[in-house]
């Protein structure tokens, strides 16, 4: 049966969370979206719902006054994430009061826990988010003047006005039949706050504490562990903050007994870890820190945090990225079969080699290399280095100032904003076969956008030394049957684009070169348009 998720942000809106609110709608939206990454639907499935409830606490003094409460459902679970940010937004969601800083988390959570739209063998995750600790019995009978809180918590789907708050017994019981994983996201300047929940997580033989200030990354990271460990699919778990250096080699496990790898599931957490996969579809998520995997055979998923990490694809159709952005220098090598590598946001060196490989640098200066097959690379914002290597493939630099070459095979240049550089060069010399005919869809003369021509490769042209085209090598004509005439080695016909080397400059045809670009627009050019380097 196919993996079913649903996640609902139960959150504190009691008077001490007033300033954190502002946060969690700036964390909400790249939180669902985390979530909602379609690679990651073998942790939570195609078609993960989404819901919002709050509490605040007893609307009575000295816990709370009128019009506050222990449980609302703000909505109801849904698809629709859009309506997830509306809700966090809305105006009627805001804080309350809440008088005493222990709050109602075990009598919300709790209710919860009998929620109707939960969906049939679902996987249920409770996101608790708060920034105080929490009541236990007797508080409502001791702590109220006169109470008229008289009687334990019955531990049903009736909030009682008489009733004390539910013992930590009575809700690990309605956690388990529900089948429900808190992860509590607690402020972690508020002393203690961490422990005390870690403590209850503890008492509750179920859930995880997240720290709040940590983004969206991060707590989605720890959602996908609370649901990994949820359906029992979690091969090593490598949490231990004294022994935070794992090395796991997943290689060889086969409990079916088929002969096979079986798939692996590994979580390892901070620290400088070291992860070999073995034969099965292996999804491997490493937290912060230096680390290294390999995800060896199989289609593997590699999930690396902050740091500055080498991720190995191998054989396989491998999915090698960074989930919470990581500002490390991260090394990505798809191997054999059609991978996708997405970097972070520092200096990323993402190689796709064999296979039709698609590589996204993020924000960063990044250097990517498509390698064999017919690759797709975006540089993202930053000064980038693209390399398509052979075959037909597609460069889009993205913002910055970016270095575009196609390699060998019919590739489209697009330079996008920025100074960019559109190289063409395979360290050979230039024929028809090996360079192909390259497509530069938006060069810009105002954006100080150049040409630059490698001489190992226009082994024709008259350049002694690095830098400007000498402009003798450059000619300009109307039609394409005038460029095999013309004296120039570069030649440029205003009328459609093409640009052609001309090898055999002086004699009626282009000897060894030949048409190796088109120009989008046909835009005006120079001599000065280009670059000359590799003398």
């Given at each position: 049966?196919?993996?079913?998720?649903?996640?609902?942000?139960?959150?504190?809106?009691?008077?001490?969370?007033?300033?954190?609110?502002?946060?969690?709608?700036?964390?909400?939206?790249?939180?669902?979206?985390?979530?909602?990454?379609?690679?990651?639907?073998?942790?939570?499935?195609?078609?993960?719902?989404?819901?919002?409830?709050?509490?605040?606490?007893?609307?009575?003094?000295?816990?709370?006054?009128?019009?506050?409460?222990?449980?609302?459902?703000?909505?109801?679970?849904?698809?629709?994430?859009?309506?997830?940010?509306?809700?966090?937004?809305?105006?009627?969601?805001?804080?309350?009061?809440?008088?005493?800083?222990?709050?109602?988390?075990?009598?919300?959570?709790?209710?919860?826990?009998?929620?109707?739209?939960?969906?049939?063998?679902?996987?249920?995750?409770?996101?608790?988010?708060?920034?105080?600790?929490?009541?236990?019995?007797?508080?409502?009978?001791?702590?109220?003047?006169?109470?008229?809180?008289?009687?334990?918590?019955?531990?049903?789907?009736?909030?009682?006005?008489?009733?004390?708050?539910?013992?930590?017994?009575?809700?690990?019981?309605?956690?388990?039949?529900?089948?429900?994983?808190?992860?509590?996201?607690?402020?972690?300047?508020?002393?203690?706050?961490?422990?005390?929940?870690?403590?209850?997580?503890?008492?509750?033989?179920?859930?995880?504490?997240?720290?709040?200030?940590?983004?969206?990354?991060?707590?989605?990271?720890?959602?996908?562990?609370?649901?990994?460990?949820?359906?029992?699919?979690?091969?090593?778990?490598?949490?231990?903050?004294?022994?935070?250096?794992?090395?796991?080699?997943?290689?060889?496990?086969?409990?079916?007994?088929?002969?096979?790898?079986?798939?692996?599931?590994?979580?390892?957490?901070?620290?400088?870890?070291?992860?070999?996969?073995?034969?099965?579809?292996?999804?491997?998520?490493?937290?912060?820190?230096?680390?290294?995997?390999?995800?060896?055979?199989?289609?593997?998923?590699?999930?690396?945090?902050?740091?500055?990490?080498?991720?190995?694809?191998?054989?396989?159709?491998?999915?090698?990225?960074?989930?919470?952005?990581?500002?490390g220098v991260n090394v990505f090598s798809?191997?054999?079969?059609?991978?996708?590598?997405?970097?972070?946001?520092?200096?990323?060196?993402?190689?796709?080699?064999?296979?039709?490989?698609?590589?996204?640098?993020?924000?960063?200066?990044?250097?990517?290399?498509?390698?064999?097959?017919?690759?797709?690379?975006?540089?993202?914002?930053?000064?980038?280095?693209?390399?398509?290597?052979?075959?037909?493939?597609?460069?889009?630099?993205?913002?910055?100032?970016?270095?575009?070459?196609?390699?060998?095979?019919?590739?489209?240049?697009?330079?996008?904003?920025?100074?960019?550089?559109?190289?063409?060069?395979?360290?050979?010399?230039?024929?028809?076969?090996?360079?192909?005919?390259?497509?530069?869809?938006?060069?810009?003369?105002?954006?100080?956008?150049?040409?630059?021509?490698?001489?190992?490769?226009?082994?024709?042209?008259?350049?002694?030394?690095?830098?400007?085209?000498?402009?003798?090598?450059?000619d300009v004509v109307s039609s394409d049957?005038?460029?095999?005439?013309?004296?120039?080695?570069?030649?440029?016909?205003?009328?459609?684009?093409?640009?052609?080397?001309?090898?055999?400059?002086?004699?009626?045809?282009?000897?060894?070169?030949?048409?190796f670009a088109t120009i989008a627009g046909?835009?005006?050019?120079?001599?000065?348009?280009?670059?000359?380097?590799?003398?």
């Amino acid at each position: 049966m196919a993996p079913v998720s649903d996640i609902v942000l139960l959150q504190d809106l009691s008077g001490s969370f007033g300033d954190n609110l502002l946060r969690l709608r700036e964390i909400i939206g790249p939180l669902i979206d985390n979530l909602q990454n379609p690679i990651l639907e073998r942790i939570f499935g195609a078609d993960p719902f989404f819901g919002v409830s709050s509490f605040v606490d007893k609307p009575v003094e000295p816990f709370g006054i009128s019009g506050d409460y222990v449980y609302r459902q703000d909505l109801a679970l849904t698809r629709d994430s859009n309506s997830v940010v509306a809700t966090v937004n809305s105006p009627t969601f805001s804080i309350k009061s809440g008088f005493d800083e222990p709050e109602a988390q075990l009598e919300a959570l709790l209710q919860l826990t009998f929620d109707p739209n939960y969906r049939s063998g679902s996987t249920r995750i409770a996101l608790i988010v708060t920034d105080a600790s929490f009541h236990l019995p007797p508080d409502g009978v001791t702590q109220q003047t006169g109470s008229t809180i008289t009687r334990p918590n019955n531990g049903d789907n009736v909030v009682d006005a008489d009733e004390d708050y539910p013992t930590i017994a009575q809700l690990r019981d309605r956690l388990v039949a529900s089948n429900i994983i808190p992860v509590f996201i607690v402020q972690e300047d508020v002393v203690g706050l961490q422990n005390t929940y870690q403590g209850l997580v503890d008492d509750l033989g179920r859930g995880l504490v997240v720290g709040f200030e940590r983004g969206s990354g991060t707590i989605a990271d720890a959602i996908k562990v609370g649901v990994a460990g949820a359906r029992g699919i979690i091969t090593a778990l490598g949490n231990n903050p004294a022994t935070p250096d794992d090395i796991f080699n997943l290689g060889g496990i086969d409990e079916d007994g088929d002969g096979i790898d079986d798939d692996q599931y590994v979580f390892t957490g901070d620290g400088q870890d070291q992860v070999t996969g073995g034969d099965g579809n292996d999804y491997i998520d490493v937290g912060s820190g230096d680390d290294n995997v390999d995800g060896a055979f199989g289609n593997d998923i590699i999930d690396v945090g902050d740091g500055n990490n080498i991720g190995l694809g191998n054989e396989g159709n491998d999915y090698i990225f960074t989930l919470t952005g990581s500002s490390g220098v991260n090394v990505f090598s798809g191997g054999a079969g059609n991978d996708t590598l997405i970097g972070g946001s520092g200096a990323d060196n993402l190689s796709g080699d064999a296979g039709n490989d698609a590589l996204k640098g993020g924000r960063g200066n990044d250097r990517l290399e498509g390698g064999t097959g017919d690759d797709i690379l975006q540089g993202d914002d930053g000064n980038d280095n693209l390399t398509g290597g052979t075959g037909n493939d597609i460069l889009q630099g993205g913002a910055g100032n970016d270095n575009l070459n196609g390699g060998g095979g019919n590739d489209i240049l697009t330079g996008s904003t920025g100074s960019d550089i559109f190289e063409f060069s395979t360290g050979r010399a230039f024929t028809i076969a090996t360079f192909g005919v390259d497509q530069i869809s938006d060069f810009s003369a105002a954006e100080i956008d150049k040409i630059s021509l490698s001489k190992r490769s226009f082994t024709a042209l008259d350049n002694t030394s690095n830098g400007g085209l000498i402009a003798s090598n450059f000619d300009v004509v109307s039609s394409d049957s005038e460029a095999k005439l013309s004296s120039a080695e570069i030649v440029y016909n205003s009328s459609n684009g093409n640009l052609f080397y001309n090898q055999n400059n002086g004699v009626a045809d282009f000897g060894t070169g030949g048409l190796f670009a088109t120009i989008a627009g046909s835009p005006l050019l120079t001599a000065s348009d280009f670059l000359v380097f590799a003398v």
